[in-house]
């Protein structure tokens, strides 16, 4: 169906995420038994895969030369796309050399994945090497360490269970694991959803996003997922409403235009910042510098007054206004009513990084965000139901909550001991509370009661402390000065410039060395990407 005249705008980084079984469907539909076509879409998803690896590939540490892959091919148009893409590395210029475990002699071949295979051949001649499987071929293999594993075997098509030979290829695979630096699996991991299924540190999702990847726990076997969009929603998406949705990297646009010259600071919106704590002032501190690097064109810090001056030093840029405090540190009461003036200058608040957790603060947080009606981020200490619920009380007219909790959070504002991630609850919880909720972990969803945005964006160097106060002030910033989008986009474009920033600084040094401020540093990378 034609896109509805709300997504009008939003098809240009928002796609739908369909099952295997739709996906077919909307490829039929788009290429039919077009040969052209549908090698059109091969030459897409595989120049545009053979780029994402080679760029991603660097948080495995230095490439070597030449840079040795193991492609694990099937008949069908996965192992293409993998040929495709090693024919545009090695074209690039890039020194390669190549084994090919097959499923299948190269007479056994689906058509395009033939002419993919004849390419390959052309631009890496003797490099590359074709090797049916056997345990022979095990045996010559012996040893043998490589660069990358490239996963075409078994594609969308896949129905459990695992069999012979793809079966043995991928248990040989996961016995060869420590000789290999970085796994790949193209579209879907081989055998998804089954123990002895490829496990892939990245897996590129090539035109369409699938389900299976997106699911509860998926992120074990399809690591993090990268999303390449070649073009299949540029006129329509499906028919039926899809309720979770892909983000890619054009979110960003609207963040890489040149600002307009007659421009002044309050053009970019001005955020209040309210947190901070004896035990843990250096979240505010973050909360504030990525509120400053988010954009936004004036930044004020409302933090117990003992800290103030100790904290302004380290972030210059920002206004700092010291509150009433208790002798515990934690603000007083009558901090309220310094808020309540302070939130009258401001476009957007953030509330709650570094804050104490007991009741006399956990009241406070609630006042601030049931009497002062700005779009406002709540995170961290103000991850409380009663916090959550007083968004409740604020006139409809309000801007909106936005709350950023990851899953042990999360499960404590639905008052249970844990929770796994289910669609239909998120949907159902931010419908009741009439809030955005940022829900972290390995992938991060953005909801806000009728859609769910899957920001793919990010990995595990985001598993630290500290990048969720950064993620707040990026929101408070969007939403402060995002004059572009709604409240949701807006909070979807900070949580995935966080992640996309997280991406540029693995790529650069490594996921393990790096402290949670280096993330500031990757804002700006992440858009002259």
Same mark, same amino acid.
């Given at each position: ?51 994402? !690896? ?59 994945? #033939? ?18 499987? #056997? ?44 000789? /290999? ?37 998926? #992120?074990? %076997? ?78 004020? /810090? ?27 540190? %934690? ?33 406070? !947080? *609630?006042? *601030? ?28 007219? #309000? ?19 844990? *929770? ?49 106060? !950064?993620?707040?002030?990026? !929101? ?37 060395? /790096? ?15």
């Amino acid at each position: 169906m034609a896109l509805p005249r709300e997504w009008q705008r939003m098809r240009t980084w928002l796609h739908p995420i369909l099952t295997p079984e739709e996906a077919l469907s909307w490829e039929t539909r788009l290429l039919g038994e077009d040969e052209a076509r549908t090698w059109e879409a091969m030459t897409a998803a595989g120049r545009a895969l053979g780029a994402a !690896i080679w760029r991603d590939f660097p948080e495995a540490g230095t490439p070597a030369n030449p840079f040795r892959v193991l492609l694990l091919a099937g008949k069908g148009h996965n192992a293409g796309d993998g040929l495709v893409a090693l024919k545009h590395l090695a074209e690039s210029g890039i020194a390669l050399e190549v084994d090919v475990v097959a499923a299948s002699e190269p007479g056994a071949l689906r058509p395009l994945t #033939s002419r993919a295979l004849r390419g390959a051949v052309r631009a890496l001649g003797g490099a590359l090497h074709w090797r049916l499987w #056997s345990p022979r071929t095990a045996e010559l293999l012996q040893g043998r360490r490589w660069d990358l594993c490239l996963d075409g075997l078994l594609g969308m098509r896949f129905r459990p269970p695992l069999r012979d030979p793809g079966g043995a290829i991928l248990r040989w695979v996961a016995n060869a694991a420590d000789r /290999v630096r970085f796994r790949a699996a193209i579209d879907l991991p081989s055998g998804v959803g089954e123990g002895d299924g490829f496990h892939a540190d990245a897996t590129y999702a090539t035109g369409i996003c699938k389900s299976p990847l997106t699911e509860a726990g998926a #992120s074990s %076997q399809a690591g993090r997922i990268r999303y390449l969009d070649i073009g299949f929603f540029d006129a329509a998406v499906p028919d039926g409403e899809a309720k979770e949705w892909v983000v890619h990297d054009g979110i960003l646009d609207a963040l890489r235009r040149v600002r307009p010259a007659d421009s002044e600071k309050r053009t970019y919106g001005r955020v209040l910042v309210v947190g901070g704590s004896r035990a843990m002032p250096g979240a505010v501190l973050m909360a504030a510098r990525a509120a400053v690097r988010g954009g936004a064109g004036l930044v004020t /810090v409302a933090v117990p007054g003992r800290f103030a001056g100790r904290l302004a030093g380290a972030c210059p840029e920002a206004m700092w206004l010291p509150m009433p405090e208790l002798p515990g540190g %934690q603000p007083a009461p009558d901090s309220l009513a310094l808020l309540h003036e302070a939130a009258k200058r401001a476009d957007a608040m953030v509330v709650g990084p570094g804050m104490d957790t007991d009741f006399g603060t956990r009241q406070l !947080i *609630v006042k *601030v965000v049931r009497d002062c009606h700005l779009p406002t981020v709540v995170d961290a200490s103000g991850l409380y139901p009663e916090v959550v619920a007083s968004a409740l009380a604020r006139p409809e007219r #309000s801007g909106p909550v936005v709350v950023t909790p990851h899953l042990g959070e999360y499960a404590r504002l639905l008052r249970r001991e844990r *929770v796994r991630y289910d669609r239909d609850a998120l949907l159902e919880f931010c419908r009741r509370h009439r809030v955005i909720s940022v829900l972290k972990g390995p992938f991060t969803r953005v909801c806000d009661g009728s859609r769910i945005c899957f920001c793919p964006a990010g990995g595990p160097l985001l598993a630290r402390g500290g990048s969720g106060d !950064i993620l707040a002030g990026l !929101i408070g910033a969007r939403l402060a000065g995002g004059a572009s989008g709604s409240a949701l986009e807006e909070t979807v474009r900070a949580v995935y410039w966080h992640g996309a920033a997280a991406d540029s600084l693995a790529r650069r040094r490594g996921a393990v060395a /790096v402290a949670t401020t280096d993330l500031l540093d990757g804002l700006a990378d992440a858009l002259r990407a």
